[in-house]
């Protein structure tokens, strides 16, 4: 069972910027950083966001993410047809030992 | 360029074992923290076991501590992860992930797929 929640699925048509938000607690995301990470259908995930706001070389900076408290978002602006993918949230969890995964968010360019 | 590739997985009966192993290239692998990942099908990513690059630090997740051992050879450049007791819940694609610095699951494999059924 996922400890952070994300909806479970975002739209938006090509160009637009869709949001999608990861909601924890201060044992996970509100004392260590968030992880975004990119699934395309078939695929194995990508990281796309380090650190809360970092992206690793090779990511678009159409993508970008933001923490406060005990909640992150990742923006995609600009969307375009090969954004539709599932994303996910990460981080540790000082309560469990251990990392958890939010519970996956579905975008889909209309 | 960085590889992963995970083998080893397959239809076991519940209450079995089976013996997943990562072949990592393309990077310096002690050097890497690395992890397992799993994701059941049709499901979400649930994140199963971590190992430090020297491998004296480990983490489990709940769902599977007692039953899995996730281990390392360095010299090999190999992960492994050792699965007892296995029960349908198990059932899943199974990637390991390299981790370094900040970086958390940077590069992933192609997983293998474990299905426990009778």
């Known amino acids: 069972q996922s400890v952070l929640t994300q909806p479970p699925s975002a739209s938006g048509t090509p160009g637009q910027r869709v949001s999608i938000s990861c909601s924890g607690s201060s044992s996970n995301i509100g004392s260590n950083d968030v992880y975004w990470y990119q699934q395309l259908p078939g695929t194995a995930p990508k990281l796309l966001i380090y650190r809360n706001n970092q992206r690793p070389s090779g990511v678009p900076d159409r993508f970008s993410g933001s923490k406060s408290g005990t909640s992150a978002s990742l923006a995609i602006s600009g969307l375009r047809s090969e954004d539709e993918a599932d994303y996910y949230c990460?981080?540790?969890?000082?309560?469990?030992?251990?990392?958890?995964f939010g519970t996956g968010t579905k975008v889909t360019v209309l | 360029q960085v590889q992963l590739v995970e083998s080893g997985g397959g239809l076991v009966k519940p209450g079995g074992s089976l013996r997943l192993s990562c072949a990592v290239s393309g990077f310096s692998f002690s050097d890497y923290y690395m992890n397992w990942i799993r994701q059941a099908p049709g499901k979400g990513l649930e994140w199963v076991s971590y190992?430090?690059?020297?491998?004296?630090?480990?983490y489990y997740a709940a769902s599977v501590k007692g039953r899995f051992t996730i281990s390392r050879d360095n010299a090999k450049n190999s992960l492994y992860l050792q699965m007892n007791t296995l029960r349908a819940e198990d059932t899943a694609v199974y990637y390991c992930a390299s981790s370094y610095g900040d970086e958390i699951f940077a590069s992933w494999g192609q997983g293998t797929l474990v299905t426990v059924s009778s």
């Open positions: 190992i430090s690059s020297s491998g004296r630090t480990i």
């Open positions: 990460a981080g540790w969890d000082d309560s469990l030992s251990g990392y958890v």
